[in-house]
């Protein structure tokens, strides 16, 4: 479903995402570089980027690092408007009241009121009814002061940004929960610094959603040197001060964890942070769903990790299933996987996926099977919806298969578990290995068995797994080419001997005695 660009993030999403890039303020430390100044300085800087210059806009939010400012607990306004003095504490820009969010003994957290001239401005902190300040500093009042937020919250870096679908911009190995977003989507840039909006929204008031407070003036986005569309630039609804940047990313771009981001308006530029950006080209999805092997039940609440088994640098990553035993990995470089899905009370299971540029891989169901008892093999094959693939075991005399669900022993050594027709799996068959006796296991294409050298088969991504006792010891897909029969492996004496061939059998009753 396509996301509409002039959608904004949900409340409890946005404050989540403040939160963790400081756009709450509240929890900003001081910077170490301005601690050695006497407590008479007052160090007003955008409250995102923290750049040195001190140059502010009005209505942006603006951090101001001093000493000795107030003996009490720092203090968090709590309603809106925001309180022109808090803890005691008053700052007067150029004479003008500021409206506070946060105030501590060496940090007051501020936006910078919208009637103030542009020029150099005096800033002063006063406590309590005295009327001589107790920290005084010089600003400069600009047109504009972008400042990107970002994660690590000082103004480099990954900057705090939504997807698309309203995840976390970021590098996921980096950033738990986030992923790049792809060249050709838009992304919703937080930052500060926009200046005076159109229309003007009062001194602390948060803006809203209708009419939007747009920038007075074109914006300009760049990503990765490239100029992108700038489908929305003012101020986020229900927020105070906080620049919201709605840009499409250029479909051309490479992908680039750390993409250079630069915001411009009115001349003012921004400082370097970055984006985490993937080309479509080089990227797919996975997939899938973790079943029950006995009965194809969706396991809800497995864990499946993606693990990459090419060579590729990069980490493991991790995915729960839903309430259908479904799950997803998104933004997945191209290159060859194990997936391998845990539940409790289950035996864990892997399967090769190979994940193509631009493509979305569909991964045949992962079957989880109870432990085994002593001496028994459980063997479940799964493939990719489309076709009715069946599994055959024969040894002993016997042929364990959809119309000969167990073998005649009291009771059965091996006996079928379920055939399944028309879905992709699993089929499963478990028995007990007598010794000396070779088992032979096998798939058949029954939806295409008429027809010699069918790719079907081959093209179903079929996987077969064998579980013994409390492990899986053995996976197993087809071979390149065409065929109606795959026989996929021996057994005897607890040695698995891979077969592995393809080859033609249109009478299922008659694998017996070809295999």
Do not use: C
């Not at 989540?16 to 100044?37: D, E, F, G, I, Y």
């Not at 200046?195 to 003007?200: A, C, Q, S």
């Not at 797994?465 to 897909?477: E, L, N, S």
Request: charged letters at 10%; zero cysteines.
């Amino acid at each position: 479903m396509k996301s509409h660009p002039f959608r904004f993030a949900p409340i409890r999403t946005l404050t989540l995402l403040l939160a963790v890039a400081a756009a709450a303020l509240a929890l900003m430390p001081a910077q170490p570089a301005r601690a050695a100044r006497t407590a008479v300085d007052a160090a007003l800087v955008n409250a995102a980027s923290f750049a040195p210059d001190r140059v502010v806009a009005p209505g942006s939010i603006a951090a101001l690092f001093s000493q000795g400012l107030m003996s009490g607990d720092p203090l968090v306004a709590t309603e809106l408007p925001l309180p022109a003095s808090l803890g005691g504490l008053t700052v007067k820009i150029d004479g003008v009241a500021a409206r506070l969010f946060f105030v501590s003994s060496s940090q007051i957290n501020l936006q910078v009121p919208n009637g103030v001239d542009l020029g150099a401005a005096t800033v002063e902190v006063f406590s309590g009814a005295s009327a001589e300040p107790i920290a005084v500093g010089e600003a400069t009042i600009a047109e504009s002061a972008p400042g990107v937020f970002t994660i690590s919250q000082d103004g480099k870096n990954q900057a705090t940004a939504l997807n698309s679908d309203f995840s976390f911009n970021g590098d996921f190995e980096v950033l738990p929960g986030s992923h790049p977003e792809i060249g050709g989507r838009f992304v919703t840039v937080f930052a500060t610094g926009i200046g005076r909006t159109n229309p003007i929204v009062g001194d602390g008031e948060a803006a809203p959603g209708s009419p939007l407070a747009n920038a007075d003036g074109p914006t300009t986005v760049t990503i990765g040197g490239v100029t992108g569309q700038v489908l929305f630039s003012g101020l986020a609804p229900g927020f105070v001060g906080l620049w919201q940047l709605n840009v499409m990313l250029p479909a051309d771009l490479p992908t680039n964890l750390a993409t250079n981001l630069g915001v411009e308006l009115k001349g003012q530029s921004s400082q370097p942070t970055t984006l985490a950006v993937a080309n479509e080209k080089d990227i797919g999805t996975v997939a899938g769903a973790v079943v029950s092997a006995l009965n194809g039940a969706p396991i809800a609440g497995a864990e499946v990790s993606l693990n990459p088994s090419g060579g590729q640098n990069t980490a493991a990553r991790r995915a729960a299933t839903d309430a259908n035993g479904e799950y997803t990995f998104l933004i997945v470089g191209a290159g060859n996987y194990n997936l391998t899905a845990t539940a409790a009370g289950f035996i864990p299971a892997t399967q090769p996926a190979s994940v193509a540029g631009g493509a979305d891989t569909i991964a045949p169901p992962i079957p989880l099977s109870l432990p085994l008892a002593a001496g028994q093999y459980r063997v479940v094959v799964t493939w990719r919806s489309g076709i009715d693939l069946d599994a055959h075991l024969t040894g002993a005399g016997m042929h364990i298969w959809w119309n000969g669900e167990s073998d005649l022993q009291t009771p059965a050594l091996a006996q079928f578990d379920r055939d399944d027709q028309s879905g992709a799996g699993p089929e499963t068959i478990t028995f007990t290995a007598q010794p000396g006796v070779l088992y032979r296991f096998s798939v058949q294409d029954y939806t295409n068995r008429d027809f010699d050298g069918s790719m079907g088969l081959n093209a179903s991504l079929a996987t077969v797994r064998v579980f013994f006792g409390g492990q899986q010891i053995a996976v197993f897909t087809p071979p390149s080419g065409g065929g109606t029969l795959w026989k996929v492996f021996e057994l005897s004496n607890g040695q698995i001997n891979p077969t592995n061939q393809l080859g033609d059998e249109p009478d299922p009753s008659n694998i017996k005695t070809v295999f």
